[in-house]
């Protein structure tokens, strides 16, 4: 049974780093074509896609937001993280993880088949 | 980017076919596979997977829903519409790094 489930600190400062964590269970990262990867949802608003981390550490970042984005894993324990830097307001909403299928050549995403239940992440002075 | 495009909403009857739509600014199909998947979500809850690659249905959904299209064109079709299919369907593509369509949210006539 594949499970994960995202935690964070709920409410930060604009400016300040946003660090998460994704705990999961029932599946191996070191698999090949798996990953996981986090995509976040503005309140009442779509969803974005940030990055994901695959097997072999192979990492892909959404373009838009490279630069403030490091993704990274502790596969040992079932870990996979995520920092925001130099977050505002716009990074406010709910940021899930998710189990996702990868291309077996270069580690891009697919698909996301499995879900956390999301954390909520509210940047505000 | 690659931009997908949905109408924002679409109201049905129970029991009756529900057809949403996705276009893609550009081509999600490579060597005969379609990069496009579909979600399912309810208010509160996660996205839920429905279908893979264009036309594959995820395990445990039922077979009232199908998925169809090629290149920049695709299909969700739920068949008929239960009233626990109330919820908001987003399509995704993978041909390029993942983006979302903004959501169609399905309501009831």
């Known amino acids: 049974q594949v499970t994960l489930k995202e935690s964070g600190p709920g409410i930060l400062q604009p400016s300040q780093t946003l660090s998460l964590t994704c705990s999961f269970s029932?599946?191996?990262?070191?698999?090949?074509?798996?990953?996981v990867g986090w995509i976040r949802q503005p309140s009442g608003k779509g969803l974005e896609w940030l990055a994901t981390?695959?097997?072999?550490?192979?990492?892909h970042y959404n373009p838009s937001l490279k630069s403030r984005l490091t993704v990274s894993k502790d596969t040992s324990n079932n870990q996979v993280f995520l920092k925001i830097t130099s977050v505002d307001t716009a990074d406010t909403g709910t940021y899930y993880c998710?189990?996702?299928?990868?291309?077996?050549?270069?580690?891009?995403?697919?698909?996301?088949?499995?879900w956390g239940q999301g954390v909520m992440v509210t940047v505000s002075s | 980017d690659i931009v997908l495009t949905q109408s924002p909403a679409l109201a049905v009857s129970l029991e009756q076919r529900a057809t949403i739509s996705c276009k893609t600014s550009?081509?999600?199909?490579?060597?005969?596979?379609?990069?496009m998947h579909w979600y399912q979500q309810k208010p509160g809850q996660q996205p839920k997977l429905l279908i893979y690659?264009?036309?594959n249905l995820a395990s445990g959904i039922p077979a009232r829903f199908s998925g169809s299209g090629s290149g920049t064109d695709f299909t969700l079709t739920i068949d008929p519409v239960e009233a626990d299919d109330i919820a908001t369907y987003y399509c995704?593509?993978?041909?390029?790094?993942?983006?979302f369509g903004a959501g169609t949210k399905l309501e009831l006539k």
């Open positions: 998710a189990h996702s299928r990868a291309d077996y050549y270069d580690g891009s995403p697919d698909w996301f088949d499995y």
């Open positions: 029932g599946f191996l990262l070191s698999a090949s074509s798996v990953g």
């Open positions: 981390i695959g097997w072999e550490d192979v990492k």
């Open positions: 550009q081509n999600v199909d490579n060597y005969g596979i379609s990069y």
């Open positions: 690659e264009g036309s």
């Open positions: 995704q593509q993978s041909k390029d790094y993942p983006t």
